[in-house]
Nanobody, 128 residues
Framework: QVQLVESGGGLVQAGGSLRLSCAASGRTFSTDTMAWFRQAPGKEREFVAAISWSGGSTHYADSVKGRFTISRDNAKNTVYLQMNSLKPKDTAVYYC?????????????????????WGQGTQVTVSS
């Protein structure tokens, strides 16, 4: 059974940091593009960041550029999202996703329909 399991969420003050992890099991994701999305209360899910299978290419939403960093460890089948300088507007449930096509395509990377597997999400709450 293929699973993506997120962890690392929690409550943090504005200006603080959190590191999210997404552990994959059931198959290797080392050839997949991986991404993070988030959904705030009352809002649609939105793209946050993506990373190519090799880690050599990344793409970020404008709202998180310079503050968040996506990375991966293919040996551990795990993807990370380092979040710094957190703001209350970053409060959301964060989801990781896998695109089996592997090639990071900037023109579609933010499209939820491009992703084949999703995790259950982890809550991030940033207090002011």
């Amino acid at each position: 059974q293929v699973q993506l399991v997120e962890s690392g969420g929690g409550l943090v003050q504005a200006g603080g940091s959190l590191r999210l992890s997404c552990a994959a099991s059931g198959r290797t994701f080392s050839t997949d593009t991986m991404a993070w999305f988030r959904q705030a209360p009352g809002k649609e899910r939105e793209f946050v960041a993506a990373i190519s299978w090799s880690g050599g290419s990344t793409h970020y939403a404008d709202s998180v550029k310079g503050r968040f960093t996506i990375s991966r460890d293919n040996a551990k089948n795990t993807v990370y999202l380092q979040m710094n300088s957190l703001k209350p507007k970053d409060t959301a449930v964060y989801y990781c996703a896998a695109d089996l096509r592997g090639v990071l395509r900037p023109e579609v990377v933010a499209d939820e329909g491009e992703y084949d597997y999703w995790g259950q999400g982890t809550q991030v709450t940033v207090s002011s």
